[in-house]
């Protein structure tokens, strides 16, 4: 590091936790976020000026009036930009010594194998039950540790993946891919603002956790928040072997 990212840093580098080498390994990490919206705002924010050194930002939305709201790294003024450029100028206003790639488009799988076998960590930031079950399944596939967050009306969800540990499960083991689920979203069920704030802000902690090596990654958990009361619950997940993305294929 030099005089400037000490500096930048020193905060994180003062942690026992992280301190120097911790923070080498974030300064060396590639972040995968899918989604530009509620969730992959605020952790974009927050990896970026924690100083991830390349993140790689997919959506193929733009910016509307409906998604000031609650998406904090849009503005006014950028309303009708791609969601993605929107989101690298709001994290090089802080911290312009990252490197930051856009892929305005639609994830689909060939996208996926392309982008997560480069990646040190993905973040699911979507809120589409299919994308989420293709996002899964290329990171079992590539073995890439995986952050999904999710956020509807007053309630959040995070769950934690890694398919390098044979015992975890993945998304597929709790919420099987060809189960009947009826898709909900904000624009007709309505989200509170501070919501997506704080499961994008969770997201990224738990990123750097696993990037830098400290601290226990929420992993065989499901954590849910109830903002009405302030309470969390979280109930414990299994590697289920029959899962048709993650068990043991005979």
């Known amino acids: 590091m030099n005089d400037d990212q000490l500096l930048r840093y020193s905060r994180h580098i003062l942690l ?6 911790g923070q080498e390994r974030i300064l060396a990490a590639h972040v995968l976020i899918i989604g530009a919206g509620g969730l992959g705002a605020p952790a974009a924010l927050y990896l970026g ?12 939305d733009a910016v509307d009036m409906t998604n ?25 206003a802080i911290n312009p010594g990252i490197r930051i790639d856009c892929r305005q ?20 930031c979507t809120d589409n039950y299919r994308t989420r079950h293709m ?3 290329a990171c079992v596939r590539h073995k890439v540790p995986l952050v999904a967050g999710a956020a509807i009306r007053l309630d959040g969800q995070l769950m934690v993946m890694d398919p390098r540990d ?19 979203q904000c624009s007709t069920m309505g989200v509170f603002a501070p919501v997506v704030g704080v499961m ?17 990654p929420a992993t065989n ?8 009361s302030l309470d969390w619950s979280s109930m414990q997940t299994t590697r289920v072997p029959e899962c048709p993305v993650c068990g043991n294929k005979a």
């Open 68 to 92: 000031l709201q609650r998406q904090i790294a849009h503005t006014t003024d950028r309303v009708g930009q791609p969601k993605v450029e929107s989101i690298r100028t709001a994290v090089h």
């Open 166 to 184: 044979e015992n975890c499960a993945c998304y597929a083991c709790v919420f099987p891919p060809d189960a009947q689920f009826e898709e909900v």
């Open 221 to 228: 958990r499901l954590t849910m928040f109830d903002s009405r």
């Open 200 to 216: 994008g802000t969770l997201q990224a902690a738990e990123a750097l956790k696993l990037i830098a090596g400290f601290g226990t």
């Open 16 to 21: 026992d936790e992280i301190g120097i080498e």
């Open 105 to 124: 488009q639609r994830a689909d799988d060939a996208l996926l194998d392309e982008l997560v076998p480069q990646a040190s960590l993905v973040l699911d």
């Open 135 to 137: 996002i899964n399944a």
């Open 49 to 60: 000026s924690a100083g991830i050194g390349r993140i790689t930002l997919v959506d193929d």
